[in-house]
């Protein structure tokens, strides 16, 4: 029904189709039309979420804002109170340090860390490409969109149910999404090397060129990561 409101010229053969989108692992878009129909429903989505997350914080956000009015977080000082230096005090402490290779670049991450918070943590590199770096979950594993494929040792090591659901629904399919893993999802657990492809969601077949970093809502973007395990 929601499809139907918002594409009301879409045949009914392919609103039956869509009909069957959660018992299936893949559906093959018949046009261009309903690929550009699920893009606005999952944009939709997301930003549902991230305004909803935003509102859920507002005490998180008084304590940053006045934290930064008093001069101890800045956008520069941001960077280098929660980026490699605290990392790096961190594992003297022993808590462990890991390297994560991600774009031409050489992350250090805690042991146990979320895979995206530590790379949005660096100041250097995001999992999202583009515009996904403000439309997204923040770390709910609804999106989609910090999709990377990982070579190295992670926890868990095999799709969690937020995984197995987000990773089989359009635009991700089978076979690319074998390969795939929500960074928002998995925690470091050694070196790793990840790799990010192209399009809005990561579903690319080719690398992405994109080296573009925001975090429009500074350390908001991962106040939801519920810490190591």
Avoid at 146 to 160: F, L, Q, T, Y
């Amino acid at each position: 029904m929601l499809i139907r409101v918002l594409s009301p010229k879409v045949p009914e053969d392919r609103v039956r189709t869509r009909k069957d989108l959660f018992s299936t692992t893949a559906v093959k878009f018949g046009t261009a039309r309903d690929e550009k129909v699920m893009r606005r429903i999952a944009v939709g989505a997301a930003i549902l979420c991230s305004a909803s997350c935003y509102l859920v914080a507002a005490p998180a956000r008084g304590a940053l804002a006045h934290t930064a009015g008093r001069g101890l977080l800045t956008a520069r000082s941001f960077r280098a109170a929660a980026g490699p230096a605290r990392i790096e005090k961190d594992s003297e402490e022993g808590n462990g340090l890991c390297h994560v290779r991600f774009k031409g670049a050489e992350i250090p991450a805690r042991r146990g860390e979320t895979l995206r918070t530590a790379l949005l943590r660096s100041g250097v590199t995001t999992p999202h490409n583009g515009r996904a770096q403000l439309i997204n979950c923040r770390g709910l594993g609804t999106c989609g969109t910090c999709a990377v494929e990982i070579r190295g040792k992670v926890w868990p090591a095999s799709w969690n149910a937020k995984e197995r659901l987000r990773l089989n629904f359009p635009p991700h399919a089978p076979p690319g999404n074998e390969r795939l893993r929500l960074a928002c999802q998995v925690r470091v657990e050694g070196d790793l090397e990840v790799t990010k492809y192209d399009k809005f969601w990561g579903q690319g077949d080719a690398e992405t060129a994109d080296r573009s970093f925001s975090t429009p809502f500074g350390e908001l973007e991962f106040l939801l990561d519920a810490g190591k395990r």
